[in-house]
């Protein structure tokens, strides 16, 4: 069955880079897009940006400075970096199965943003 | 970028009520527009996509309808187990999420 699970630290000093990996069963990266989706607590969801199945990208126009997205389709894992972390992107960060739009979706990895 | 505004921001209702919840996009976007639904502490769950086409396994309670920039998601029967909070997402040009609205038991 269709699998989606984000692993990567929980705390990121301010400054610093964050990196999340997302790894994926069931479905093939070659065949399927994969997005990220960050959520602030009690907030609405966010779109960041969309790793396509031929290996093109898209990026939120807000994050695309700070942003990328790559992946290992041997490892059926895409990857997230974004650096110059500050508080405001404390939140939960979701990987999803990009159908247009997101079938599928992670159980999500909760990041905070502090020293 | 296409701003998307959900109404209420809560809403009240009993088990057994008709639920209209509402979502504007700030400009055209066809018929792009999906709904999700987010339980306490997990993932948001795809109910409808394409405005009005409902996904697999999601009760036909459940629809949705609208184009252009007006929609709505329609709830026909409450049950206890739709407690939860429902966003609008947009994809015709990126992607966008409402703020969401939050569906309280009365």
């Known amino acids: 069955q269709v699998q989606l699970k984000e692993s990567g630290p929980g705390l990121v000093q301010p400054s610093e880079t964050l990196s999340l990996t997302c790894t994926v069963s069931?479905?093939?990266?070659?065949?399927?897009?994969v997005s990220w989706v960050r959520q602030p607590s009690g907030k609405g969801p966010e779109w960041m940006g969309r790793m396509w199945y031929d290996g093109d990208t898209a990026y939120n126009s807000a994050l695309k400075s700070r942003l990328s997205i790559s992946r290992d389709t041997s490892k059926n894992q895409v990857f997230l970096k974004m650096n110059s972390l500050q508080t405001d992107d404390t939140g939960t960060y979701y990987c999803?199965?990009?159908?247009?739009?997101?079938?599928?979706w992670g159980q999500g990895v909760m990041v905070t943003v502090s020293s | 970028d296409i701003q998307m505004t959900q109404s209420p921001s809560l809403l009240s209702a009993s088990v057994g009520d008709r639920v209209t919840l509402n979502c504007k996009a700030s400009q055209n976007i066809y018929k792009n527009l999906a709904w999700y639904q987010q339980k306490l502490g997990e993932a948001p769950k795809l109910l409808i996509y394409n405005a009005n086409s409902l996904q697999t396994g999601i009760p036909s309670r459940f629809s949705g309808s609208g184009s252009g920039t007006d929609f709505t998601l329609t709830i026909s029967s409450l049950q206890p187990e739709d407690v939860a909070t429902y966003f609008c997402q947009q994809y015709y040009s990126g992607s966008t999420f409402g703020a969401g609205t939050k569906l309280e038991l009365k």
């Open positions: 999803t199965r990009d159908l247009v739009p997101f079938d599928y």
């Open positions: 069931g479905f093939s990266l070659t065949s399927y897009s």
